[in-house]
């Protein structure tokens, strides 16, 4: 099946850093999505891509649908204490039909030092 | 709170029991889904309803595992004669039909088997 490999797998940064992490598939997805996990809590989705080249933000973070759909990138401006937390991309290679299952990476562990 | 609710949060049982996890979806949410998640990976995803139909079912989901939504609301997942290999995170999530892709998670049940 498919899959989605994540990198940096951990990122250690300061407080008012920017941050970028991306996400690639060796085949091609038509939905992008990001999630974000604190520790003992269910995911958090953060943003939904629907289109190649498609660049979305929520506030801080931002993340795009890559050219050749193989790809996406978040980037978060100005680190907070509170981004802390393993950020997942999931993705869906279908373009219609009933499969709605999403396929998730290992996700990127941030830490932000205050 | 009007998002996703899963219970119980926690469950340690004895390696051959059986345990059942309920799943609440956001009340106008046609579809539900299950995943189960270890520690280190992402989601995996396992099956999934649309109203009281169970449309997919992933390899992972053995025999001694059954999921039911018998009025299209809420959603059971049951585990039969439990293994260790059976500890994980069991997530729920649920989305609108318009939005199928974008799907919103659970808290988790966490599943300790000793």
């Known amino acids: 099946g498919q899959q989605l490999n994540q990198s940096p797998q951990s990122m250690f940064i300061q407080e008012g850093e920017d941050v970028s992490m991306n996400c690639t598939s060796s085949?091609?997805?038509?939905?992008w999505l990001w999630y974000k996990q604190d520790p003992g809590e269910g995911p958090v989705l953060l943003i939904a891509?629907?289109?190649?080249?498609e660049l979305t933000s929520n506030g801080r973070l931002t993340a795009q649908f890559g050219i050749t759909r193989k790809d996406s990138f978040l980037n978060i401006s100005a680190s907070i204490p509170s981004d802390v937390g393993i950020y997942f991309c999931?993705?869906?290679?279908?373009?219609?039909?009933?499969?709605?299952?999403?396929?998730f990476g290992k996700g990127t562990l941030l830490t932000v030092n205050p | 709170d009007t998002g996703v609710s899963q219970d119980p949060r926690h469950k340690i049982t004895k390696r051959g029991q059986n345990v059942t996890f309920r799943c609440d979806p956001i009340?106008?949410?046609?579809?539900l889904y299950w995943y189960r998640q270890t520690l280190g990976q992402g989601p995996e995803f396992l099956t999934y309803?649309?109203?009281?139909?169970?449309?997919?079912k992933s390899r992972l989901l053995s025999d001694r595992f059954s999921a039911e939504r018998p009025k299209g609301s809420f959603s059971t997942l049951e585990i039969q004669r439990t293994e260790q290999g059976d500890s994980a995170m069991y997530l729920c999530?649920?989305?609108?039909?318009?939005?199928?892709?974008?799907?919103?998670f659970g808290p988790g049940t966490r599943l300790t088997v000793t």
């Open positions: 999530a649920s989305s609108l039909s318009g939005r199928k892709y974008e799907q919103y």
């Open positions: 085949s091609i997805f038509n939905t």
């Open positions: 891509l629907y289109k190649a080249g």
């Open positions: 999931a993705g869906n290679p279908n373009s219609g039909g009933s499969n709605y299952k999403l396929t």
């Open positions: 009340s106008e949410h046609n579809r």
């Open positions: 309803f649309q109203n009281e139909a169970q449309l997919e």
